[in-house]
């Protein structure tokens, strides 16, 4: 009797053992194993993520910020040379008027005028820059009313030489 308890004490033990050498090592692989993989997955994904959404930003930002800098580079540009160029005609307009007027005042007309010819061109050529500075702009209400100021002070030119008894034109 005592082999019988020897044996089946031997495989009672045996399979206690393995069972519990199993249950032991299945648990210990499953748990290594699932940390193993949810820090690798995590590191992963973590490195993905923040590679596409740096990518992405980046992209959006420098677009953006090409868009922003090319729109105020022109508007800035289309404004500067607007007003350089009103600037620029105004003063050959009051230049060349005032040349034109006088050099053809001298020859048709007697000396004696009761106008300063600086003046005069000045009071037509104000009317005619602004204008043409609003035209440039598309103001179109300005430009219309600088027409008429210019228009104005055209037809007083005209009655003053006229009071005067001064013929106008050839």
Partial sequence: MPEILTHSLTHSLTHSLAHSLTHSLTHSLTHSLTHSLTHSLTHSLT??????????????LTHSLTHSLTHSLTHSLTHSLTHSLTHSLTHSLT????????????????????????????????????????????????????????????????????????????
């Fill in 47 to 60: 490195h993905l993520l923040t590679h596409s959404l740096t990518h992405s930003l980046t992209h959006s």
């Fill in 95 to 170: 230049h060349s008027l005032t040349h034109s007027l006088t050099h053809s005042l001298t020859h048709s007309l007697t000396h004696s005028l009761t106008y300063s010819w600086k003046v005069l061109s000045l009071m037509l050529v104000r009317p005619l820059s602004t204008y043409l500075t609003y035209g440039g702009l598309v103001e179109r209400d300005k430009q219309l009313n600088a027409l008429r100021v210019l228009n104005s002070h055209c037809n007083e030119l005209a009655w003053a030489l006229l009071r005067n008894g001064r013929k106008i034109g050839p």
